[in-house]
């Protein structure tokens, strides 16, 4: 499996490629990793990626779902670049491992409002 | 982050719950398992989830990219099932771990086309 870990064709990017990249803001600033992504199970198509950060050791992490439109790959940092700064962070929508949201269209409209992007379903 | 792994809710699924996930055929005949999916990384859009099988422990492995409209959950079996004869599959689209493809729309096409599906982009 170890060949996909590198996987970045083109237009296309392996889903576990995107599992574990490191999320820069535009400071520069570590801002956490992607843990994962949900997809829409009949159009596939991706609405959250799952940022993760505090805790240790993955216990205690806090996981802030962000619209896909957000994340931009930067070759030279070899991560993501969000335009975020951590005070909005600071107040965003979030959940603890243990008590994940439902992911409705409630949650989601809340989600993408927050960030100041139209909720596009 | 074993939390995750059950994660499926409502008309969502999280990346790392595709992955690894057994596919059978309609004869209840297992094929394979996701090994992992493409996404278009501009619009989230996914494109093709990979099935994996052959070869021993994941080394000689053959990956069949499957359009993702293709795979239907099924939560009896806990696994994908997709209407597609082991025939079918034997003259499918294919490549080793190690010769992956450009993914470009050539490529798409001639998968899509081979299961008799539009390439929708």
């Known amino acids: 499996m170890t060949q996909f870990a590198t996987e970045n064709h083109g237009d296309l ?20 990793k992607i843990a994962n992504f949900m997809v829409d199970k009949r159009s596939g198509q991706v609405r959250y990626a799952t940022l993760s950060f505090g805790g240790f050791m993955g216990i ?9 439109s957000m994340l931009n790959y930067d070759t030279e940092q070899g991560g993501y670049v969000v335009e975020l700064d951590k005070q909005v962070l600071d107040a965003a929508p979030r959940y ?3 008590d994940r949201p439902d992911y409705d269209d409630g949650y989601g409209r809340n989600v993408y409002q927050y960030y100041g992007l139209a909720y596009p379903w």
Request: no cysteine; net charge negative.
């Open 96 to 98: 603890a491992g243990e």
């Open 60 to 68: 205690g992490n806090d996981y802030y779902p962000l619209p896909w």
């Open 13 to 32: 990017i392996a889903s576990d490629r995107v599992e574990g990249t490191v999320v820069y803001n535009r400071q520069g600033e570590k801002l956490g």
